[in-house]
């Protein structure tokens, strides 16, 4: 059961509930009357703003907000799949920022699936489908070529869970994408990097085209965060692409090609049998 705990001042009042991936709180944002942060054990999981579904506080959130902006002209509604659910921002942005757009939710915490329809519920009139499900599970009812965007966010213990790693898996991303589609990843790691640079070798087994936006700090491997991966079977606006990164309030960089193989450093796909889950992210990282 969701319980409400006050925030002094006769401010809006936090809601915190046991889900089950942990404890679920959902902090109201000061500075924004109808905005809320979800926290799952203590980690920031997404940011929504249900007067303006198309802010995106979070920096990874936004980097993700670049790839549904760029997957087709302005307005034009897409065919979304949302691996990971959280809060339902970036279904929230779709929906908002491309009216008639069809998607798919799908998020293994049903309870957690419960809290936000019920706390911060989804624009009735918003083509927006939630299955509770295991995210590849999910995937693989998706009809082949269905999706415009397939969008992965799946986050358990703050982990990536192992079986989401692979070509396997990334194979049936591709399976159910539209030809020109794009997958977009939100991917966390920290020095050495090596499952980042895993993750971009498992990508390029499967799609030839690739690029990866973060915060410099994290590309020179000086500290924990988070980093997109956007991949598709056609060519990238990558000079879009970095202009926006660049221009974001924490401004990120963008590599490709050359400079994103350099990058990758040699590191080898991963497959099922040798996936192992996204590293544990250290107790400075959501402070």
Do not use: C
């Amino acid at each position: 059961m969701a319980k409400s705990k006050r925030r002094g001042g006769g401010a809006a009042e936090a809601v915190v509930a046991a889900v089950d991936g942990g404890l679920a709180e959902l902090i109201p944002d000061r500075e924004r009357p109808r905005a809320w942060t979800l926290l799952i054990d203590g980690a920031p999981q997404s940011h929504v703003d249900l007067d303006d579904p198309g802010y995106l506080s979070f920096e990874y959130q936004r980097r993700l907000g670049h790839a549904v902006d760029l997957a087709a002209p302005p307005g034009r509604p897409l065919q979304v799949v949302h691996l990971g659910g959280g809060a339902f921002t970036l279904a929230r942005y779709v929906a908002a920022t491309r009216p008639r757009s069809t998607q798919q939710i799908v998020e293994l915490d049903a309870a957690l699936v419960q809290l936000v329809r019920a706390q911060l519920p989804l624009d009735p009139g918003a083509r927006i489908r939630v299955r509770s499900a295991d995210a590849r599970a999910g995937l693989a009812k998706v009809p082949d070529g269905w999706a415009d965007l397939v969008i992965a966010d799946v986050f358990s213990g703050a982990r990536t869970p192992a079986h989401l790693t692979s070509t396997e898996f990334l194979t049936e991303v591709r399976r159910a994408m539209k030809p020109g589609g794009y997958y977009a990843a939100n991917l966390a790691d920290g020095p050495p990097l090596a499952h980042l640079r895993a993750q971009i070798a498992t990508a390029a087994a499967v799609f030839p085209e690739l690029a990866l936006a973060a915060d410099p700090t994290v590309l020179r491997n000086r500290r924990f965060g988070n980093a997109v991966l956007l991949a598709s079977d056609a060519e990238l606006p990558v000079a879009e692409l970095t202009r926006r990164v660049a221009s974001d309030p924490y401004a990120g960089r963008v590599e490709h090609g050359r400079s994103l193989a350099d990058f990758t450093g040699g590191a080898l796909p991963v497959t099922d049998l040798s996936a192992k889950p996204s590293p544990v992210p250290p107790p400075a990282a959501f402070r």
